[in-house]
């Protein structure tokens, strides 16, 4: 198996990832933005050295398909020349508005940094597996409830003082909470952990931790400091308890209120992020850190204060031919944009325009295909490339998507995530979902409230999956009581209905 047909590992520039297309980068900027005119750079690149379509993952990771290795180096070599420093190791994500929001409760990247660097000092990066990941989150607008990681570092507020929330694995609704402590203590926490899940080897997650380690996790701040601890402990990495589990839910916590921007852009409705295109951290939930940082969709006008105001664009699915993208970043430019960020939920967001031209550059995304509002059923669906971009692709997943969205959104509601995935890994959705349209050797599956992995409760030709959903969207719209979201309508449905309908359309 040569370094270009690696499965289950993240396709950074340096590595690429064969999938059904060609090859496949995935690029982090290490200055979270990027420059207007280095972003279209990348287009250009994308055009010349693959097959023009870029993406925006779940995670908020910029990705070029359609490489072939000799045009991948040639890639690299040209984003050295654009000046773009892209991270490498394990990774450490912080929000997309991170350091100009100005809801949030701290600014998450002296933290982010300093486990980098604590990490990086630890040589943990060659013993943790390519999915192994942390996330930083000091709240605001777009806080990263929905991005799973091995590692969760939250800030909190407690009076006049900031703690950092602790968890591990999973996401704001799943992660295992620990304790709540200042940021040395924090960073600490989190590379221990991440010792932890080295020492169990390449394949494992921090929800493979023991009882007994989590415990001595979230004693930590009253143990012996991690500079003094050996690498390699005789208990795997546990460390003996001296204080009982600190539990987070001891932390009082104010309501944060998401801004909304008004002025000549329309107004614009909050809905919930959906999906994960990458990254496959689970971990079973044992009680919910009190949280209240609103996992609002990164489409939309963003109030910056003095930093004035981001626009959030997404793209369709993730993705995006380079022209259409290259077409909207030189409107941006000319209406003032300096900076353009990378944001989870798949989507761009444009910086320094003037709040009186975010409505121009909206209306030319509209045009060019772009997500503009939340309310777009698109952002309803999660779909993987599919077939044939995916070599593991069993169905049309896009196609299929689209014609959901054009011909069902009525029963797109906020209650309701639909997944489409080209075979049963689940790479765009790794949770449950109300329905999930699953491709293998029998055609399209169709599962109820559960993940692409569990047994379908019925099939039809991966052609005519729309139409099947199409039967499922007119039995919701027959059964459905007044008031009634379309995920009630279908747990009264049950599986058995769900199932009939979506044979018989």
């Not at 304790?179 to 921090?206: P, Q, S």
Request: charged share 20%.
């Amino acid at each position: 198996m040569n370094a270009f047909s690696r499965r289950g590992a993240c396709p950074a520039l340096s590595k690429p990832m064969q999938t059904g297309d060609g090859l496949l980068v995935r690029l982090n900027p290490v200055a979270g933005g990027l420059a207007p005119k280095s972003l279209i750079g990348l287009g250009e690149s994308a055009l010349r050295h693959g097959n023009g379509i870029m993406e925006v993952t779940a995670r908020g990771s910029l990705q070029i398909r359609g490489l072939t290795p000799e045009s991948a180096r040639l890639l690299a070599g040209e984003v050295d020349a654009l000046g773009i420093a892209v991270r490498t190791g394990v990774p450490i994500e912080t929000g997309p508005l991170a350091g100009l929001d100005p809801q949030e409760v701290a600014d998450p990247r002296p933290l982010a940094e300093s486990v980098r660097a604590a990490v990086d000092q630890a040589g943990l990066a060659q013993r943790l597996g390519p999915k192994v990941s942390v996330v930083v989150d000091g709240g605001g607008q777009l806080a990263m409830d929905a991005v799973t990681a091995d590692v969760r570092l939250i800030a909190v507020r407690t009076g006049a003082d900031v703690l950092w929330a602790v968890s591990v694995a999973g996401d704001n609704q799943s992660a295992i909470p620990l304790t709540a402590v200042d940021e040395d203590a924090a960073r600490d926490i989190a590379v221990a952990a991440l010792r932890m899940v080295a020492e169990k080897g390449r394949e494992a997650h921090a929800r493979d931790l023991s009882e007994r380690q989590l415990a001595s996790l979230a004693s930590w701040h009253s143990v012996t400091p991690p500079s003094v601890l050996p690498d390699i402990s005789p208990t795997r990495g546990e460390i003996a308890l001296s204080s009982p589990l600190s539990p987070i839910t001891t932390v009082a916590l104010p309501p944060v209120e998401p801004i909304e921007v008004r002025g000549p852009a329309p107004e614009l409705p909050i809905s919930p992020l959906v999906g994960e295109m990458s990254g496959r951290t689970e971990g079973g939930a044992k009680e919910r850190f009190p949280l209240t940082h609103s996992a609002r969709s990164p489409v939309g006008v963003f109030d910056l204060a003095t930093a004035g105001v981001a626009l959030g664009i997404g793209l369709p699915f993730g993705s995006m031919p380079a022209e259409k993208l290259i077409d909207l970043i030189r409107q941006a430019l000319a209406l003032g944009t300096t900076e353009i960020r990378l944001a989870p939920g798949r989507a761009l967001l444009f910086l320094g325009m003037p709040l009186s031209a975010c409505p121009w550059l909206q209306n030319s995304a509209t045009t060019l295909g772009f997500v503009t509002t939340p309310a777009d059923p698109r952002t309803r669906i999660a779909a993987c490339p599919g077939t044939p971009a995916c070599a593991s692709g069993q169905i049309v997943t896009r196609d299929i998507a689209e014609t959901v969205a054009s011909e069902t959104a009525d029963i797109l509601d906020a209650s309701l995530t639909l997944h489409i995935s080209g075979c049963a890994k689940g790479c765009a959705h790794p949770g449950k979902a109300a329905l999930t349209l699953v491709g293998d050797e029998n055609g399209a599956g169709l599962v109820v409230d559960a993940t692409a992995k569990a047994l379908p409760a019925g099939y039809r030709p991966g052609y005519d999956a729309a139409r099947g959903v199409s039967g499922v969207a007119a039995a919701i719209r027959k059964e459905r009581l007044r008031g009634e979201t379309a995920a009630a309508c279908l747990a009264r449905l049950g599986a058995a209905g769900i199932a009939e309908a979506y044979r018989q359309e």
